[in-house]
């Protein structure tokens, strides 16, 4: 349907013998003059949907968001003038607003045909990356997803680019667990603000959907943590940002109000700070100097997968991996040393290695009360 497109669209404009100069030896290569409107009317073709309609409002919208200049009126004829040309470009009349769609889910026009490279790239960012896009973004690349499925299955159904998707895949580093559910009026409301940089009014729940609070907030970023997905905002006109688990959110409410973003704040540092250590002022964690011993199996992987650029390792003359390395003093770090159990000794700082033999100490004492009342 691309090169069909093309040339009806050409066709508008003849760009043959009148337009030529009489002698082209030795000149600049020569372009005949094209229909100011091509590219405006190849938008809107692909713009259309392949699955649902599409209001002529919506297309407006999205004509201006590609930098066209047009007003309803023109997209109005556009659409007339295309409908005429092509059998499978509808209009449904039944409801207000009428809205535009593809019949029998004919293919979408893309100019260049989308090749091999480009329909597996789109596979995967379906698959691994679609939430954390804007909702907006997701519905506009829906039919170039579809294409991509229809590009591999039937251009490649039994050949190696077609099993590339079966090997690769990413895998969670903890205990697996199933990701909570987010309502997607939600979701969309959420990308859209952080797309717009504007505010949100919520309303949202404690752990476990306890409690209803309210609040004003101010997106700066979304972060996807294990299954959970993170609001980062600052509330009401309170400089510090928080993280906010998605599926918490009840209710948001976009604001026609621009959103501030704190001096000097970018969501790269804030990570990198210790956001994601868990805990309420997880964002100003302290580094610390690390010294820890672990067992030959369970620190073997260090030596490939550094805890920090200076990390330093030595073995003893057991076997064991002394390493040392400067970290970020979270919860998250304890629970990591934690999951190693007896195959891993803290030696400094003398602070961290009370607080986790402590917790040992108390998991111990849970497990020989717990045994007290196995059957003999």
Known sequence: MAWLAAAWLLSRHPVDAPDRPPDCV?????????DRNFKRLLDTLQLIPTRGKIATSTLVQRLKDRRH????????????????????????????PYGWYWA?????????????????????????????LPESTVRDLRPYFEEAA???????????????????????????????????????IVTQALLSERQLDIRYTGPGGKGDKSATVHPLGLV???????????FFDFEDPRLLPLQRIQAAKLLDKP???PAGFTLKGYIE??????????AKTQSIRLVAVFGPQ???????????????????????????ATVAHTERLIWWLLSFGPYVLVEKPLALRREVAARLRDAAAQYAKAALADPV
């Not at 030795?26 to 094209?34: A, E, S, T």
């Not at 700070?273 to 997880?282: D, L, V």
């Not at 369970?298 to 990390?311: M, P, T």
């Open 298 to 324: 369970s620190g073997a992987h260090l030596l490939e997968s550094r805890l920090s650029a200076d990390q330093a390792v030595q073995e003893l003359p057991d076997g064991r991996l002394r390493f040392v």
């Open 104 to 132: 029998n889910e004919a293919r979408r026009i893309t100019v260049p045909g989308m090749d091999a490279s480009q329909a597996l790239s789109l596979r995967l960012l379906q698959t691994y990356l679609v939430d954390l």
């Open 150 to 188: 229809n590009k591999l299955t039937q251009h490649y159904g039994d050949t190696a680019v077609q099993r590339w998707l079966d090997k690769v895949a990413i895998v969670p580093a903890t205990q697996p667990l199933l990701p909570p559910p987010v309502k997607p009026s939600v979701h969309d």
């Open 259 to 261: 959103s501030a973003c």
């Open 69 to 96: 200049d047009v007003s309803t009126r023109t997209v109005q004829r556009d659409l007339e003038s295309l409908a005429d040309s092509f059998d499978d470009l509808k209009c449904d009349r039944r409801n207000k």
């Open 26 to 34: 030795d000149r600049p290569r020569y372009h005949p003059p094209m």
């Open 224 to 234: 996807q943590h294990g299954v959970v997905q993170y609001l980062v905002a600052t």
């Open 273 to 282: 700070q210790g956001a994601f250590g868990f805990g309420h002022n997880n």
